[in-house]
């Protein structure tokens, strides 16, 4: 890795125009084929760059993804998967625009800072902005004459709040959208669709604006722009979820002539590129194309410049809790197909989630799901899933048509299970350890997760993952195991037990006087154990010490996602919840309204 002293002129180094859009994902621009949204400035941008064709997010959503972008590691590694976790951070794991300041580059950030970490003693990634605020068309102008810089111009225009309300724009019209076939055709779906377009073309809009910016400037030919969405999106099963419409983002990068030793190999303007880019690669790339210095933390692949480094075979994503919303899933695919692992396959994807129901659309399917009209593929969405899925995104991007059982396909489910296997130990995948416990134990040994995960005393990872994958079997001869794993000394193999047993149903009858031992556990556990014994058979006793529990503990989150995991089954027990109990916020209130709501009708 080359480094460069810290001043130079312009003509030494490229300036980067780092161009983020917020929650699309490549069907909603043109020139990767869009049917719903017209995207001429970014379509014109492919014309002169390199436009990526398989460019994926890890984290589908967009703090989590932002803790891997600004520390160059996969979240997972770092405990800042879930969405607000805000864990701290060893003081040994550089920020890429700290590096950037190193390297002499004048950096500047509009707008975004949401990271999602923290770091030792207040050391902050905001801290290494030289700008940071929304005054987008001066950022390059504050920096000393002929120093490089490296901006991120983060546009909002497109995020899911854009797809909030009533669709007003008659340019638009909503007749004219294409659905995906996971969602009905209803009005409001019509109407959602059609709002978010016309917020793409406003996002678009946007990026030529910051492309004449440069131009006016006459920095076009000395700065290399890059344009790619933060995940994607952005109505319900795309932005937050790990399927194609959730992951698979556009990415498109113009380098000037006069840096076309920088081009792909064997490439001209105007090519597309077929390799493999997961965000992950991205800062690592930045850093290596100013000749910044790249430690150790960063855990991608450089994927262009001097330095490229070989295509990874596959892309690593993961997936945790969402607001209140707890859930946890790892995909392991490549360019055609996708092996999805469902840790907590009991919570549907289509579990409520006050923001995205903002949208109309969402609430909508909702109701029409619950009003028995949806079909297997709408429908989908509000049930449990299994433990496995597999898709082929060549011949069915929108992942309707679960594999996992074609036995044409196992030889390359096989293959991509063990690389999820092998990625998850490389990089310490922390997720073993539902949140709550990990947050527990981190406070009381006053550590970082960092730290935890990486001691295989403390976290032996390799058998986590061999009981987390016994447990998802749902196998009636795992009954003893499973039960006689409730006692055990390790808290996380007790969870494990309790998710099996679970999963098992009116099979685990005979685990039910474990499960209540359990029942004074701490953390996930006994929420969940009593879900397991209501499904086990003895309801009238689970519903008992759910209504008391909650009674005394309204904020207890990981019982109030099991209430409304239930559905109907928890209603019972929510009529029973006095209006007095409940927070003024949040989950529980939440769930609580929902059932009343439904109730009425």
């Not at 996969?74 to 920020?95: D, L």
């Not at 006994?526 to 014994?533: E, Q």
């Not at 239930?566 to 029973?576: T, V």
């Not at 209006?579 to 439904?598: E, F, S, T």
Request: net charge positive; with cysteine.
């Amino acid at each position: 890795m080359f480094f460069l002293p810290s001043i130079h002129a312009k003509t030494t180094r490229p300036n980067i125009l780092w161009i983020t859009s917020e929650d699309n994902s490549i069907e909603w621009v043109g020139c990767y084929g869009s049917k719903n949204a017209k995207t001429p400035n970014i379509d014109q941008l492919a014309k002169e760059g390199f436009r990526y064709l398989y460019c994926f997010d890890n984290g589908a959503v967009c703090a989590p993804t932002r803790s891997s972008w600004i520390t160059g590691m996969h979240s997972i590694s770092n405990g800042t998967q879930p969405m607000r976790s805000g864990f701290e951070i060893p003081e040994s794991i550089k920020f890429y625009n700290e590096l950037l300041q190193e390297a002499g580059y004048f950096t500047s950030n509009c707008v975004k800072t949401d990271y999602n970490l923290r770091g030792p003693n207040g050391r902050n990634p905001k801290s290494f902005w030289n700008y940071s605020g929304k005054v987008y068309a001066e950022t390059w102008k504050k920096r000393k004459k002929d120093q490089p810089f490296f901006t991120v111009y983060n546009i909002g225009e497109s995020h899911e709040s854009r797809a909030f309300g009533d669709h007003n724009d008659e340019s638009i019209d909503p007749q004219k959208m294409i659905l995906a076939p996971y969602h009905p055709d209803l009005p409001e779906m019509r109407n959602t669709y059609a709002k978010y377009a016309s917020a793409i073309s406003k996002m678009d809009a946007l990026v030529g604006q910051a492309i004449e910016n440069l131009k006016n400037d006459n920095l076009y030919e000395d700065t290399i722009i890059v344009y790619n969405s933060d995940h994607g999106g952005v109505l319900a099963r795309s932005k937050r979820f790990l399927y194609s419409s959730g992951i698979h983002c556009p990415l498109i990068v113009r380098i000037p002539e006069k840096w076309k030793n920088l081009y792909p190999e064997g490439k001209t303007p105007g090519s597309t590129i077929d390799r493999i880019v997961s965000f992950i690669d991205m800062p690592k790339t930045w850093l290596s194309l100013t000749g910044a210095k790249v430690t150790e933390n960063f855990q991608g692949r450089i994927f262009l410049g001097h330095d490229t480094e070989p295509e990874s075979r596959y892309h690593f994503s993961w997936r945790e809790r969402a607001d209140e919303r707890f859930d946890n899933v790892r995909v392991m695919r490549d360019e055609q197909f996708a092996y999805h692992k469902n840790y907590a396959p009991f919570a549907p994807n289509g579990q409520y989630l006050a923001y995205m129901h903002n949208m109309k659309a969402t609430g909508a399917w909702e109701k029409y799901h619950q009003a028995g009209k949806t079909t297997a593929v709408t429908g989908r969405f509000f049930r449990p899933r299994p433990s496995e899925e597999f898709y082929d995104n060549f011949n069915d991007f929108h992942n309707i048509d679960n594999q996992i059982d074609d036995p044409l396909h196992q030889s390359k489910i096989k293959e991509l299970k063990k690389e999820l296997r092998r990625q998850q130990l490389k990089y310490f995948d922390s997720g073993l350890i539902p949140e709550e416990m990990r947050n527990r134990i981190i406070r009381e040994r006053k550590t970082t997760v960092y730290a935890f995960v990486r001691d295989p005393k403390l976290y032996p990872l390799a058998k986590y993952l061999d009981y987390a994958d016994f447990s998802l079997e749902r196998k009636k001869k795992n009954l003893n195991t499973l039960t006689n794993g409730l006692s055990d000394n390790d808290p996380v193999i007790r969870y494990w037990s309790v998710v099996g047993l679970l999963l098992l149903e009116k099979q685990a009858k005979p685990a039910i006087p474990n499960l209540k031992k359990v029942l004074d556990d701490q953390d996930e556990i006994p929420a969940l154990a009593a879900w397991a014994i209501f499904k086990a058979g003895s309801e009238k006793f689970a519903s008992k010490w759910m209504l008391d529990e909650i009674l005394e503990n309204p904020e207890h989150k990981m019982l109030a996602n099991v209430l409304d995991w239930m559905d109907q089954g928890s209603f019972s027990i929510l009529a029973q919840i006095p209006g007095d109990k409940l927070p003024k916020r949040g989950l529980l209130k939440d769930v609580v309204n929902r059932y009343q709501a439904r109730a009425l009708n």
